[in-house]
């Protein structure tokens, strides 16, 4: 009858309700019942291990946004909601013995006597795969929180990004030789012009492979040129990483998407590389590995896709890190697979020490319901800033 088919009506609209609310009820308690303090490894007894005690966010409960608590979704979300902020940068080119260039983007503090002042610490970033200052919400999001601390801010972007015309077959990567050698430069022209300054230099996923594979190539902390270092989402051993990324759920939500991102990236460069690569074959990549193996690997001089991955993981070199670094990963981060990590040698080393935190997805790590007030990583970079520049 009609009164009974108004009833199902009802009943089905409050039960939509009731699963309305239901849903995020679940999502905020789930984000409280998952949170948890970051685990820290590092060698007991060094002054290493002292500073770092200094430093709240590691020694608080981490919750992580209430909306989005698992990795994936934190991934996301990062990409798709986090703003971009305008900040005043200046740009400087950095010109290499080759011919290639590079941007180097500077911010400088707000108030008149810090950006005089040659002892203002600075922090130097460096971005992740296909990032650069102007589009990597990451970074321009902790920019933002250690600017208002009154640092000044150096940003190496890779070659060919940030808009910068590439003028020589050379293009970024996860840290070969080539690579490791424009950061050195990049570090020498910041060192060179504020001498005097303390500097700690934090890369992001590729960038902190890149910053990693740098310091592994100091004999000294003076050659480093900086005097700590953090190194945020970055991939151990980029092997598993890759096994990680193609396993099906992953593969489908991000493997594909960063091969996108790759794709674009190269595209406006097509005409430099002929005779080095197999563009069409590049250009049919279905996966990361293709891309490494068709693209990243040959113009590394790698015999092997298998080869450029063993020159740049980051487990192997542990030992040769000469100065104070810290590395932040997520349990739940599919381009760094926790078994990848190599605590028993960190506990080892004076020198590195690995903050884990069970979520917080890639490059993500967000608390709040808006993605765009400072999370857990904006804050532990200035908490790590406060520690090491006050040593």
Known sequence: SHGSVQQQAVMVCCWVVV?????PAALFLYS???SQKPTVYVKVGTKWAETLRKI???HETYTPTWWCPFGWAQTIARELFRDLPRLD???EMMRYPDGGQSALDWLHPKDEQLREDQTTPIVVFLPGITGS????AYLLHAAVEVHARGWRIAVANGRGAGGVELLTPRFYNAGTAECTEDLGEVLKKV???YPDAKK???GFSLGGMILWNYLATCETPEDARVDSAMVVSS???SMKTTESLEEPFNCFIFNKGVLRSCLNVIQPFKEMFKGKIDWEHVMASETMRHFDARFIAPLAGCASVEEYYTTTSLAPKVDRIPVPTLTVNAADDCFSPTHSIPFDDVCRSANVAVCLTAHGGHTAFMQAANPNHPGFIEKLIVQYGDAVFSE
């Open 200 to 202: 700690f230099a934090c």
């Open 56 to 58: 709240p966010a590691m």
């Open 235 to 237: 991939p151990w051993h």
């Open 89 to 91: 940068w200046e740009r």
């Open 32 to 34: 409280r019942f998952v």
């Open 19 to 23: 699963a309305i609310g239901a849903i």
């Open 191 to 193: 060192s060179a012009q």
């Open 133 to 136: 200052t102007h589009t990597a």
